[in-house]
């Protein structure tokens, strides 16, 4: 099971700050990408077994499915979903857009 | 790191309990888990009603009518100011929190069908306050106590209201917001009882607080079983030394579901408090969440109590929203049940809004609520609550559609003691000028609160650039540019 967490790059990159100089987290997380702070444009932030750090504006839905289907087989995937004050602070169409972009998954979940 | 000071509980709570969750799954095979029970026989979910109906609500629910007063321009939107009655069918409503800043300022309001005559105005405070408590001590007279300006910075400043004007008096002991007060008589004089309240560094208080114009504030003797630190609860008197506690919330952010009753006692010179704790009053802990709350306003009415609005763990069912009820000592009973809005009342926010019992109405004034975020709602109106279930008040009123509660216009205060208002002459003054080299310079010049002009500042490149001919352009020659501020007090403020 993978942790997938999605946000925005800003707020993404603190989050990893965090696990980095957290030896608890690093230790916890263990990831094998990602550890060490390098610019990069890439979606992907930090990578372990059971967490999926991904930079993305969640308007963006692009970019979001071709950064989880470099990392994920979503076919074959179980997925649930969930939300915190995510989607209310969104524009209603964009949110609609990605409610509606996750019920393409034939075993998706909210 | 640093947290930002907070103090909008009863806007946490009434944000949680409009917490959702929310299930969806594509195909038809997976089962719901909330269908199978999960959530099912959870009592504290969605029906209320359940759990809170009065015992005998059928026989003994009151209805009421209520007038909505829609508020004039110049009278300010408020949440979290504090209401008095200054004589009979006359209140105040001062502080809180307005739409743009905090005040100091007061609305008058009149209750009742005389004619309406405008009075003196209430002076402005010198700190804009809100959580604080101003309590009617008779004869006009009032004491304004605590409050807070930001959440981190509690006043223990009191000011009391004698002859239209704010006197300062003793400190309270710590500053507090958030308190609860009532008017009491100690040895014959009148009094101010506080309990409870918030601490600057956010703890509860658990002190008792006794103020007299004689003895200033002083702390009367509380036996060690008393009621825990708490804030936002509601205090009401039954007498002139007695009166019930309850509500509230420490701390940690639980709610206290406790009943008291205090009395207060005098004896040698000393003052003591004894408590009654009567939480096994009859149906007391079946009723306790619709009884105890955080931020409600409660005020006696002949024999039972009126408790207005607030937050609890739950949400309130709107015919809740304002319930009454009895206490009956000899026989160990407490009688509850909702006043009902009649058809066609709207309803109106009761969070940071003020109550008050005059003459024979109950008049809630203020109110208002931020969703973090979403933005303010704010209560356009005053309200009128009539309780009479007298037939005969109900068709004079029928009669005429007059409005109950009406907007005392007031004077401006003379500026000289002595003077009336017949007599202010406006003096011309040649307005100083100054210069500042540094922020603290200037700050200190504001404080002064007096006009000033600036000399030698550098106010850019304007100085060069705006000649008649381009000010002709962008502005316009027909266009008149005359502005006229005219302050009734010395303090000329100006944001209303």
Request: aromatic share 8%.
């Amino acid at each position: 099971m993978q942790f997938v967490d999605v946000d925005y790059p800003e707020l993404i990159e603190r989050k990893c700050s965090v696990i980095r100089e957290t030896p608890q987290l690093r230790q916890l997380i263990n990831p094998s990408l990602g550890l060490d702070r390098v610019k990069t444009d890439s979606e992907i932030r930090l990578k372990s077994e059971q967490y999926l750090a991904i930079a993305c504006d969640l308007q963006d839905l692009t970019r979001l499915e071709s950064a989880l289907w470099s990392e994920i087989d979503l076919t074959n995937s179980l997925i649930l979903f969930t939300a915190e004050v995510s989607l209310t602070y969104m524009e209603t169409p964009a949110a609609d857009a990605l409610i509606t972009w996750t019920s393409q998954f034939d075993h998706g979940k909210w | 790191m640093s947290t930002e000071p907070f103090d909008e509980w009863e806007e946490f709570m009434l944000f949680a309990h409009h917490y959702a969750l929310i299930e969806a799954w594509n195909g038809g095979t997976s089962e719901s888990s909330l269908q199978n029970g999960g959530l099912k026989d959870d009592p504290a979910r969605l029906n209320p009603d359940d759990q809170m109906e009065a015992p005998d609500s059928e026989d003994n629910s009151s209805s009421f009518s209520c007038r909505p007063s829609k508020l004039p321009n110049k009278v300010s939107c408020r949440r979290f100011g504090a209401s008095w009655e200054l004589e009979n069918g006359i209140v105040g409503h001062l502080g809180g929190l307005g739409k743009d800043c905090r005040l100091n300022t007061t609305d008058l309001y009149q209750l009742g069908h005389r004619p309406l005559r405008p009075r003196d105005a209430i002076p402005t405070l010198d700190t804009p306050c809100l959580c604080h408590t101003i309590t009617s001590l008779g004869l006009g007279k009032a004491l304004l106590a605590g409050g807070r300006t930001s959440p981190d910075a509690a006043l223990a400043g009191c000011w009391f209201l004698s002859e239209n004007s704010w006197r300062k008096v003793d400190d309270m002991p710590r500053p507090l917001y958030r308190h609860s007060a009532v008017a009491v008589i100690l040895s014959s004089s009148p009094g101010v009882l506080v309990f409870g309240g918030r601490h600057t560094e956010g703890a509860g208080s658990d002190r008792w607080y006794l103020w007299s114009a004689s003895n200033g504030w002083i702390e009367p003797r509380t036996p060690d079983v008393r009621p825990d630190a708490r804030f936002s609860s509601t205090m009401v008197a039954l007498s002139d030394q007695q009166g019930l506690l309850f509500g509230g919330l420490r701390a940690d952010c639980t709610i206290c579901y406790d009943l008291w009753k205090w009395t207060l006692s005098e004896h040698s010179g000393y003052f003591f408090l004894g408590f009654e704790d009567l939480s096994s009053i009859g149906d007391f802990q079946k009723q306790r969440e619709m009884i105890c709350r955080v931020g409600a306003c409660s005020v006696q009415r002949n024999t039972s109590i009126v408790i207005a609005g607030g937050t609890g763990s739950n949400v309130f069912a709107q015919q809740h929203e304002i319930i009454e009820f009895f206490l009956d000592f000899e026989g160990q009973k407490l009688r509850l049940w909702p006043l009902r809005r009649s058809q066609g009342v709207e309803r109106m926010c009761l969070v940071g809004h003020s109550m008050l019992s005059t003459e024979q109405f109950l008049a809630i004034v203020g109110g208002g609520v931020t969703c973090f975020s979403f933005g303010s709602y704010w209560n356009q109106c005053s309200y009128v609550l009539d309780l009479a279930n007298d037939t005969e008040l109900r068709k004079g009123e029928e009669n005429h559609q007059e409005q109950i509660l009406k907007v005392i216009p007031q004077h401006c205060m003379a500026n000289d003691a002595g003077r009336s208002t017949d007599e202010i002459i406006a003096k011309i003054s040649k307005v100083p000028r100054c210069r500042v080299e540094t922020a603290r310079q200037f700050d200190r010049k504001i404080l002064e609160s007096r006009p000033f002009v600036l000399e030698g500042l550098n106010l850019g490149a304007c100085t060069d650039k705006w000649t008649l001919d381009i000010l002709r352009t962008k502005i316009g020659e027909d266009r008149k540019v005359c502005s006229l501020h005219a302050a009734c007090d010395s303090m000329a403020h100006l944001i209303r």
